[in-house]
């Protein structure tokens, strides 16, 4: 996870978002399940959601296909919770379907909020850990984080940061490939200064 600027919203956002969605919650303050599942105004812009974050999730910092994975529109602060933000645009995180439903409804770190190299990867395992030079009550709630989205528990979000290592160390994918596609990885390539390191290192492996 790497720090997000938040975009703008979209141009029809109000009109096909918020306005219906808080006429509804005018109606139902509270929602049940099954009434939010009706009022599903948010993935009217999910297609803007994912081409304003040009496709990189908000809590891996790697980018992923619409075509293959669904595009998934994260309440940061959880629609059960907080009803009143339910329809806003500064409340959506662009993720997937997996991560959105590791999330659930806890209440993590914001990626909005956050600092390139409070969460670290360490090479060349792949592994994501906390800055140990932070405050003990960031420090908490970045483990927590690492620990809802399963970052680390999941071999599969492990072995995807492996690949793409290994594709960079490999030249078959560049620099600004990297940069692109792969921010959280890039700038942690960059911050420790492993940009061309990484490829001797994974050739000794």
Not at 81 to 102: C, F, H, S, V
Not at 192 to 199: F, R, S, T, V
């Amino acid at each position: 996870m790497i720090h997000v600027d938040l975009k703008e919203e979209p141009a029809k956002f109000n009109r096909e978002v918020r306005i219906p969605g808080n006429r509804f919650l005018t109606r139902c303050p509270q929602p049940t399940n099954k009434q939010w599942k009706k009022e599903r105004h948010w993935k009217n812009i999910s297609s803007e959601l994912y081409d304003l974050y040009k496709g990189i999730c908000a809590y891996t910092g790697l980018w992923f296909s619409k075509s293959i994975t669904s595009v998934s529109v994260d309440h940061f602060l959880p629609k059960s919770l907080y009803p009143q933000k339910a329809y806003e645009w500064d409340n959506y995180r662009l993720t997937t379907e997996i991560m959105n439903g590791n999330k659930e409804d806890s209440i993590i770190a914001d990626p909005i909020e956050i600092c390139n190299g409070d969460i670290v990867l360490d090479f060349p395992s792949c592994l994501v850990k906390v800055n140990p030079g932070l405050e003990q009550d960031q420090k908490r709630l970045l483990q927590y984080t690492i620990e809802i989205l399963k970052l680390n528990s999941d071999d599969n979000q492990v072995q995807a940061r492996y690949e793409i290592v290994k594709d960079y160390a490999n030249d078959d994918i560049s620099e600004q490939h990297l940069r692109n596609k792969y921010p959280f990885i890039a700038s942690e390539l960059e911050r420790q200064d492993l940009l061309i390191d990484i490829k001797k290192m994974f050739k000794a492996l």
